[in-house]
């Protein structure tokens, strides 16, 4: 029997608001466990909740973004459950009224294609604590500094068909939430996870089969790793005979396995009703229109004003506009040098392999855009080679200044004097008379080895393409 795979995604995103969502605590990753979670987030007698405004903006711009309905009223409820790390014994989250509703993101599939998935809804939470377990030997620590962290949960329609198409979602919105600056997009830290809700069913049936909820897949990897292990454990529960039970697991990326965590919750058993500390959330047309001032170009629109200004493949444009502060970077670079493609070769090229091989991000390389712009402009008026460009590339990565600093230092100016080069060709005949014998004889391969004698006596300095045209011109002579 063919099987067809059925996939959403609940992606959860926390807001980079510099206080929590309903108290003025501290968000700031790393502190010492417990010493950011104020009364409020605690829920302690007395207390009420007050919502903070940056994390409405936050979500109302997500909302833009993905073309979505901005809800005008929406209303704040208790979800009630026990978990150590929960310690009001609820969470204030979003249920019936959520503050964005229907909306869609495109994605490129594997075959170029471009596929629309439907974003059911995005409301806004608060974030629970941290159960740790390592350290703690019969025990469970309790960190309770997320406690109150704001959250956006991205409730995708089951439109993902495998989980490769799951991960081009994932990806997009991750892109997408850096793009609009409303989170940092930290996949280690916990500030960019998922859940899977995965299911099978005999292809060409309409009713949905059985789903699993996979919870707090925290890397691209391991949410196509975890998907594609829970479908073939679905289908041959299915075959063999058994049926899938409405459940939630754990992936364990150590074993390759999902494994049963406990049996999926309705929303009746949350029993979600509305926070009475919390009045209705009403957001006007003036407000969204606010907004909506604020939005940067977004990462689809610049990915098509790059192909169109700087005459970039469909692909290169893709890879530079895959994060707003890279997309940036190019720009300063290819209107520094002049050179668009040659500033997205260097950028996608040298400087991203340089950045990968130093493990650093883009705002601590230690070549800016202006210097690497510097350096191309170099190239682009023949006083270097694009070969020597590496070396003086590699300098100014360690430090030794700009590009003209290193190539005074270094002495590695370009020789572009013709009278100089054709001095450096008829010694280089001159001391290989047999090859000249057999080039003149036809034997025309040989040319390259007289270009890289050529080189070798300049030390790579010679302008390349002097060299092959005064050389070609000397060896026909």
Same mark, same amino acid.
């Given at each position: 029997?063919?099987?067809?795979?059925?996939i959403?995604?609940?992606?959860?995103?926390q807001?980079?608001?510099?206080?929590?969502?309903?108290?003025?605590?501290?968000?700031?990753?790393?502190?010492?466990?417990?010493?950011?979670?104020?009364?409020?987030d605690?829920?302690?007698?007395?207390?009420?909740?007050?919502?903070?405004?940056?994390?409405?903006? @936050? %979500?109302?711009?997500?909302?833009?973004a &993905?073309?979505? *309905?901005?809800?005008? !009223? $929406?209303?704040?409820a208790?979800?009630? /459950?026990?978990?150590?790390?929960?310690?009001?014994?609820?969470?204030?989250?979003?249920f019936?009224?959520?503050?964005?509703?229907?909306?869609?993101?495109?994605?490129?599939?594997?075959?170029?294609?471009?596929?629309?998935?439907?974003?059911?809804?995005?409301?806004?939470?608060?974030?629970?604590?941290?159960?740790?377990?390592?350290?703690?030997?019969?025990?469970?620590?309790?960190?309770?500094? @997320? %406690?109150?962290?704001?959250?956006?949960? &991205?409730?995708? *329609?089951?439109?993902? !068909? $495998?989980?490769?198409?799951?991960?081009? /979602?994932?990806?997009?919105?991750?892109?997408?939430?850096?793009?609009?600056?409303?989170?940092?997009?930290?996949?280690?830290?916990?500030?960019?996870?998922?859940?899977?809700?995965?299911?099978?069913?005999?292809?060409?049936?309409?009713?949905f089969?059985?789903?699993?909820?996979?919870k707090?897949?925290?890397?691209?990897?391991?949410?196509?790793?975890?998907?594609?292990f829970?479908?073939?454990?679905?289908?041959?529960?299915?075959?063999?005979?058994?049926?899938?039970?409405?459940?939630?697991r754990?992936?364990?990326?150590?074993?390759?396995?999902?494994?049963?965590?406990?049996?999926?919750?309705?929303?009746?058993?949350?029993?979600?009703?509305?926070?009475?500390?919390?009045?209705?959330?009403?957001?006007?047309?003036?407000?969204?229109?606010?907004?909506?001032?604020?939005?940067?170009?977004?990462?689809?629109?610049?990915?098509?004003?790059?192909?169109?200004?700087?005459?970039?493949?469909?692909?290169?444009?893709?890879?530079?506009?895959?994060?707003?502060?890279m997309?940036?970077?190019?720009?300063?670079?290819?209107?520094?040098?002049?050179?668009?493609?040659?500033?997205?070769?260097?950028?996608?090229?040298?400087?991203s392999?340089?950045?990968?091989?130093?493990?650093?991000?883009?705002?601590?390389?230690?070549?800016n855009?202006?210097?690497?712009?510097?350096?191309?402009?170099?190239?682009?008026?023949?006083?270097?080679?694009?070969?020597?460009?590496?070396?003086?590339?590699?300098?100014?990565?360690?430090?030794?200044?700009?590009?003209?600093?290193?190539?005074?230092?270094?002495?590695?100016?370009?020789?572009t004097?013709?009278?100089?080069?054709?001095?450096?060709?008829?010694?280089?005949?001159?001391?290989?008379p047999?090859?000249?014998?057999?080039?003149?004889?036809?034997?025309?391969?040989?040319?390259?080895?007289?270009?890289?004698?050529?080189?070798?006596?300049t030390?790579?300095?010679?302008?390349?393409?002097?060299?092959n045209?005064?050389?070609?011109?000397?060896?026909?002579?």
């Amino acid at each position: 029997m063919e099987w067809e795979t059925v996939i959403g995604l609940e992606i959860h995103a926390q807001l980079n608001t510099v206080s929590k969502i309903f108290s003025g605590a501290p968000t700031a990753y790393g502190a010492e466990p417990n010493r950011q979670a104020c009364p409020v987030d605690l829920g302690m007698p007395g207390v009420l909740p007050v919502l903070n405004q940056g994390a409405v903006e @936050r %979500a109302v711009m997500l909302g833009l973004a &993905i073309n979505a *309905e901005i809800t005008p !009223r $929406s209303v704040f409820a208790r979800k009630n /459950y026990f978990y150590p790390d929960l310690p009001k014994g609820y969470q204030i989250s979003q249920f019936e009224l959520p503050i964005v509703g229907l909306g869609y993101l495109d994605i490129e599939l594997e075959d170029g294609t471009i596929k629309r998935v439907g974003v059911t809804r995005a409301h806004l939470e608060e974030d629970a604590g941290k159960s740790l377990h390592e350290g703690f030997e019969a025990m469970t620590g309790i960190d309770l500094n @997320r %406690a109150g962290t704001p959250l956006i949960e &991205i409730v995708s *329609e089951p439109e993902l !068909r $495998s989980a490769k198409e799951a991960v081009a /979602y994932m990806k997009k919105m991750h892109s997408l939430v850096r793009y609009l600056d409303i989170c940092d997009g930290n996949m280690q830290e916990g500030s960019f996870r998922c859940d899977a809700n995965v299911s099978v069913r005999p292809k060409g049936q309409t009713e949905f089969g059985t789903r699993a909820e996979l919870k707090n897949l925290n890397s691209f990897r391991f949410v196509e790793r975890a998907i594609n292990f829970e479908v073939e454990r679905q289908i041959d529960l299915i075959e063999g005979g058994g049926s899938v039970v409405q459940e939630t697991r754990l992936y364990d990326p150590d074993r390759d396995e999902t494994r049963s965590m406990r049996s999926k919750e309705e929303a009746n058993d949350y029993r979600y009703f509305p926070d009475p500390d919390l009045l209705p959330l009403v957001v006007d047309n003036a407000f969204i229109d606010s907004v909506r001032e604020k939005l940067p170009e977004l990462p689809d629109a610049k990915r098509a004003r790059f192909v169109e200004q700087y005459g970039l493949s469909d692909y290169d444009a893709g890879v530079l506009t895959a994060a707003r502060d890279m997309g940036d970077f190019y720009e300063v670079v290819a209107a520094g040098c002049g050179a668009p493609k040659l500033a997205a070769n260097w950028v996608m090229g040298e400087f991203s392999a340089a950045m990968n091989r130093s493990e650093v991000e883009l705002a601590d390389a230690p070549v800016n855009a202006e210097g690497l712009a510097g350096l191309l402009a170099r190239i682009q008026d023949e006083t270097i080679s694009g070969k020597i460009a590496k070396e003086v590339f590699e300098a100014m990565w360690n430090g030794e200044g700009d590009a003209d600093t290193v190539i005074a230092a270094k002495g590695l100016k370009q020789i572009t004097d013709t009278s100089a080069i054709d001095t450096i060709i008829d010694e280089v005949m001159a001391n290989n008379p047999q090859q000249l014998e057999q080039y003149r004889g036809g034997k025309d391969k040989l040319f390259g080895f007289f270009v890289g004698q050529v080189m070798k006596a300049t030390q790579g300095k010679a302008n390349p393409a002097q060299v092959n045209e005064r050389l070609k011109s000397k060896l026909d002579g």
